[in-house]
């Protein structure tokens, strides 16, 4: 018997593997059922028109027909299917193409699963919606066409707070508690600003009076927090070498650059001691949820002490930038050192992962899980003569509850993918809740590869890869490479055992792992 709640919904994707991964994330969401499969745009009109589904997520560079014509085709017979176009396209011209033909929502291939579930939530209900990234267009192209119709002041006094809290990345529930209204009002209000903005054609200057006046807003938030666009997008622009840096540390060089932010490294002004500093860049300070990841590190990563991990030594914020002073290791990440020397050998396998089972050890013993273990995350330095592992980077570390507590995690957004997909357990790629045992598969992925050259799963797309670490079992090694030298049985069968695809089926402590290399280490002393 089918529950009336039930979302039916046709996937539309060219890529197999890619189809598949989708279909699994989204039915281990409750009440979300796939019901059709189609791989060109022809079948995904035929498809639809067959099995009449609520939602179709549609990718638009399809044969047979792309995705947009298939929706156009889709909404001139059936205009009560609603349709997400989910691509990989984020250029401006295909995104107002899919709301002209339309399309009731957009996003992009490398969307959280959270905000995809929202999205067929919302179109289901008759709303539109974009992926969070996409709605930050409003405030980007200075071209983009808007409505004639309603007045530049009145946008500005009906929408404005919502789209400047959008760009300051609250979620719908943050939204509603800021705007005191409900959800569902900030669903409609938001579908209103996406006609009005995208769909008509309002003038070049509304826009840019627009974008001018949400500068001006942050500006002020930020005033009041003691800082100005203007201080950030200074401070983060004119650092450089031999400048003073929070009023105590001079940076020396910058190291490297991400997503996130720069990383410098640096030394106290009174002290002569090597220090590693971690700038948040200015656009990115201005996001609640990205401030909240950055501080969790810092929250994380401080409660830790052992000599394999990253210390953290001083935290805060200089003109608006957060930032974080922690060890500078002068190493090189495991990464290179497999590109360059393509395997370990075993005496230096065992040594090095020895260090690695000991500190993520006093990770979990202090209730904190990684959930980024990667070979460019163990970072290999000299100390004393010796090969010595630091363990770095605890930006996507969960704090989980300690023995005795009513749950086994403290809560954490469901469906939410965080991590390197090459090394992601099958129940990070689904979006579940994870627990140490996540660590153990991850770890269990990087021996793996440090023991033969070769990944245990790899794919074209990074869905390819999740797919692959839901559904498939890894090789053995001899399978995988003949001439690998001969290893001692036992680290074979306990690197696949971490590779269990359920958690029960793996070893479950960091301690077993260790005691087994410890044995192995000493057998071939």
Request: aromatic residues 6%; negative net charge; glycine residues 6%.
């Amino acid at each position: 018997m089918t529950n009336i709640d039930e979302t039916k919904i046709v996937l539309v994707e060219d890529h197999q593997i890619a189809r598949l991964g989708l279909k699994l994330l989204l039915e281990e969401i409750p009440g979300f059922r796939v019901i059709g499969q189609a791989e060109t745009g022809n079948q995904a009109v035929d498809k639809t028109l067959e099995l009449k589904p609520d939602v179709v997520i549609m990718d638009i560079g399809l044969s047979g027909g792309n995705g947009i014509e298939a929706t156009l085709k889709i909404k001139n017979t059936l205009p009560q299917v609603r349709v997400i176009m989910l691509t990989s396209h984020d250029d401006d011209q295909d995104i107002f193409a899919a709301l002209r033909v339309g399309a009731d929502g957009y996003c992009l291939k490398d969307i959280r699963a959270t905000d995809l579930a929202h999205g067929i939530w919302s179109v289901k209900q008759g709303f539109a919606w974009l992926d969070p990234r996409i709605a930050k267009r409003v405030l980007g192209a200075p071209d983009r066409p808007t409505s004639p119709n309603n007045a530049a002041n009145d946008l500005f006094e009906l929408d404005f707070g919502l789209l400047y809290l959008v760009e300051r990345g609250f979620d719908n529930d943050e939204i509603a508690r800021e705007l005191k209204m409900s959800k569902t009002q900030v669903r409609e209000k938001m579908r209103s600003i996406i006609e009005s903005i995208f769909l008509s054609d309002k003038s070049v200057e509304t826009i840019k009076l627009f974008r001018r006046q949400l500068a001006a807003h942050i500006t002020d938030d930020l005033s009041r927090q003691g800082a100005s666009v203007e201080d950030t997008d200074t401070a983060i622009s004119s650092l450089a070498v031999n400048e003073i840096f929070a009023d105590k540390y001079v940076l020396e060089v910058l190291i490297d650059r991400g997503g996130m932010g720069r990383i410098y490294k640096a030394k106290h002004i009174h002290m002569d001691r090597p220090l590693a500093i971690k700038i948040l860049l200015p656009n990115l300070a201005q996001n609640r949820k990205l401030l909240r990841k950055f501080r969790d590190e810092v929250v994380s990563a401080s409660a830790l002490n052992h000599p394999n991990l990253v210390t953290i030594y001083d935290t805060g914020t200089w003109r608006g930038l957060p930032f974080l002073v922690m060890d500078y290791i002068d190493g090189i990440g495991l990464d290179r050192v497999l590109r360059k020397e393509a395997r370990l050998e075993l005496d230096r396998f065992l040594d090095i992962f020895i260090q690695v089972f000991d500190a993520i050890g006093a990770a979990h013993k202090e209730n904190l899980i990684h959930c980024d273990l990667k070979p460019s995350n163990m970072l290999l330095t000299k100390q004393h003569g010796k090969e010595t592992v630091k363990i770095v980077d605890f930006g996507l570390a969960r704090m989980i509850c300690p023995p005795g507590t009513d749950a086994h995690l403290l809560p954490t957004e469901s469906f939410e993918l965080a991590g390197s997909p090459l090394y992601m357990s099958p129940e990070q790629c689904c979006g579940k809740e994870v627990d140490q045992r996540s660590d153990l598969y991850s770890l269990g992925c990087v021996m793996y590869e440090s023991l033969t050259g070769f990944l245990p799963f790899k794919g074209d797309t990074a869905m390819e890869v999740l797919t692959k670490h839901i559904t498939e079992l890894p090789k053995r090694f001899a399978e995988i490479c003949p001439d690998l030298p001969k290893y001692p049985p036992a680290i074979e069968d306990m690197v696949l055992q971490l590779l269990a695809k359920e958690p029960n089926q793996r070893i479950q402590s960091v301690i077993e792992v260790k005691n087994v290399l410890q044995q192995l280490r000493a057998q071939i002393a």
